[in-house]
């Protein structure tokens, strides 16, 4: 069985350059104008994470696999474009971690902010994820307590991509199944670890960017964009 997995993981591991690619600056361009269209002017991606089922418990620190379904399984991070292609992943972290500690462990991140990132993002280009983000130049997330605010709520609302994918009926099959939106309640989610003080002033500046897309997205779908 051993024998056979390996052979399989070697043989997708050989494919993935040419089906699991960032997009070049013309692709990122027509990204951008799809979901601008959706109320979301330079989101290029959308990011989430999952956990991958492993058949048993690791034998060493098995404990930290051990994930919130009651499950043995690694974390996977993937991004993916309008089309529903993936266009990054990163996965091998333990299933309890949390998802923005795993998305810094990725060659991405590192890229995000560094100054390779012009190589992956335009000006004003980003990411979308959930609250279980922390916002950062290059990623707006959702806000983690609404707190009864409207704008935040409904800009979770609008974030969590379910006004986009309803726009885009038409791309699913009867195969694909109902097109249905998982919001994860806020209290089941852990705060994210405090970041160091040489990111917060990182992180401040995404929440700016935050405001910035949240007021650009809610004006839209108030103008009656969103239905």
Partial sequence: MVNYTNRVMTAIECCLKNEISWPNRLERTRIASVFAAGGFPGCIGLVDGTTI?????????????????????INAQIISDDRKRIIY??????????????????????????????????????????????SGERLVAAFRNAGGDKDKTDFNTCIAHHNFLNRRRDDWTEADGPIEVEVESEVQIPDPPTPPLDERAMIARGHRRRLEVQSECLAYMRNGNGH
Wanted: include cysteine.
């Fill in 89 to 134: 992943f990163f996965t091998g972290m333990p299933g309890s971690c949390h998802d923005v500690t795993c998305l810094r462990q990725s060659s991405l991140w590192k890229r995000m902010h560094s100054q390779q990132q012009h190589l992956l993002f335009d000006r004003g280009q980003f990411l979308l994820g959930d609250s279980g983000y922390t």
């Fill in 53 to 73: 089922r492993l058949s048993q418990r690791p034998a060493e620190d098995g404990e930290t696999y051990f994930d919130r379904k009651g499950d043995y399984s």
